[in-house]
C-alpha cells in the first residue's frame, strides 16, 4: 500500500524556521519524482517545490525560492522541507505528494500520491 506521511508542522513566529519531514513507502521512494505543495482555506493547491527521485534535480516556486530547501534520505526514505525566513502568508496546510512522471512536475494533477497534510502557522 502506497503511504506518505507528513510531519513536522506546528506555530513558529515570523522569520523563524520549520521542517517537514515525508515518510515515504520504500517502493515510491526508490523510483517517484517527490513534491510538496500548500493549499489554504478556499484557495486552489499550490507548488512549493519538487525533488528528482535521485535528488540531483529541485524545482522551487518563485514564492519560496531562497526560503525554502526540499531534500531527501534514501535512507530513510524521507523527503524533507526546510522553512527559513516563514512569513505569515506561508501559514496554510502542507502536503507530500509522489509521481512515477519524470521530471519537475508543478501541478497537482501530476501527482499520483498524496499525503494527509500537515498545518503549519506562522505568527506575525
Known amino acids: 500500500q502506497v503511504q506518505l506521511v507528513e510531519s513536522g508542522g506546528g506555530l513558529v513566529q515570523a522569520g523563524g524556521s520549520l521542517r517537514l519531514s515525508c515518510a515515504a513507502s520504500?517502493?515510491?521512494?526508490?523510483?517517484?519524482?517527490m513534491g510538496w505543495f500548500r493549499q489554504a482555506p478556499g484557495k486552489e493547491r499550490e507548488f512549493v517545490a519538487a525533488?528528482?527521485?535521485?535528488?540531483?534535480?529541485?524545482y522551487y516556486a518563485d514564492a519560496v525560492k531562497g526560503r525554502f530547501t526540499i531534500s531527501r534520505d534514501s535512507a530513510k526514505n524521507t523527503v524533507y522541507l526546510q522553512m527559513n525566513s516563514l512569513r505569515h502568508e506561508d501559514t496554510v496546510v502542507y502536503y507530500c505528494a509522489a509521481t512515477v512522471r519524470a521530471g519537475m512536475r508543478s501541478t497537482p494533477y501530476e501527482y499520483d500520491y498524496w499525503g494527509q497534510g500537515t498545518q503549519v502557522t506562522v505568527s506575525s
Open positions: 525533488i528528482s527521485w535521485t535528488g540531483g534535480s529541485t
Open positions: 520504500a517502493r515510491i521512494f526508490r523510483s517517484y519524482t
